[in-house]
């Protein structure tokens, strides 16, 4: 059962344009306000980012909805996540796909985000303290990638990982940011132009 402000949130993104009833169950079902500092708990279901300390954020609902639910029209079962921040987008993966793969440069939000799933009994989710950019590749191939941070170019090296057939949905720029999808055919990358974003940049080979 959803509450009530999970309910709200279900109508809204669905008026936005959110068509999987998966994904709009899977987000509206989670309890948002555990995912942001005590502080921010009464802005949790606002359809907007919020800080989440060390200079990071969590995205608004409808960009966490928008990015899944183009990620998982092939349905796949082994996701790749670059970014964990708050765990929030993780859990959302973590009830649509049998296995994910999380990558979080921040020490600190990796240990918080893992605590938050833990409570949620999300247990199919694999994390580690490394550098988005290089990916996963010991964990590689994987049927999806999904890039919650925005890359000043797009990682040759998390194209390389995905399935032939794969999808990879990615911010890319700097002042000016779009959302990519990526759809690899063999050796060629099909990119498609999403909408305009704006998230934190993602930073390459600075571990904290």
């Known amino acids: 059962?959803?509450?009530?402000?999970?309910?709200?949130?279900?109508?809204?993104?669905?008026?936005?344009?959110?068509?999987?009833?998966?994904?709009?169950?899977?987000?509206?079902?989670?309890?948002?306000?555990?995912?942001?500092?005590?502080?921010?708990?009464?802005?949790?279901?606002?359809?907007?980012?919020?800080?989440?300390?060390?200079?990071?954020?969590?995205?608004?609902?409808?960009?966490?909805?928008?990015?899944?639910?183009v990620l998982l029209v092939n349905r796949p079962e082994r996701v790749l996540e670059v970014g964990t921040g708050s765990g929030f987008q993780t859990a959302v993966l973590a009830q649509l796909a049998s296995h994910v793969y999380t990558i979080e440069r921040i020490k600190g939000l990796r240990y918080q985000a893992r605590r938050r799933l833990q409570r949620l009994d999300l247990h199919n989710v694999s994390a580690r303290h490394g550098d988005g950019w290089e990916g996963w590749p010991s964990k590689a191939p994987f049927d999806a990638i999904l890039v919650t941070a925005a890359a000043r170019e797009t990682p040759r090296a998390l194209l390389t990982q995905l399935v032939d057939g794969g999808r990879m949905v990615i911010p890319v720029g700097q002042l000016q940011q779009s959302l990519w999808l990526y759809e690899r055919r063999g050796d060629e990358f099909l990119r498609t132009e999403l909408e305009a974003v704006k998230f934190v940049p993602l930073v390459q080979g600075e571990l904290e």
């Open 1 to 69: 059962m959803l509450t009530v402000a999970g309910q709200q949130l279900y109508a809204q993104l669905a008026r936005q344009g959110i068509q999987d009833r998966r994904v709009l169950q899977a987000i509206a079902s989670l309890p948002r306000e555990q995912f942001v500092d005590e502080a921010m708990a009464h802005k949790a279901w606002e359809n907007s980012a919020l800080p989440i300390g060390y200079g990071q954020t969590i995205s608004q609902p409808y960009i966490v909805a928008r990015m899944t639910e």
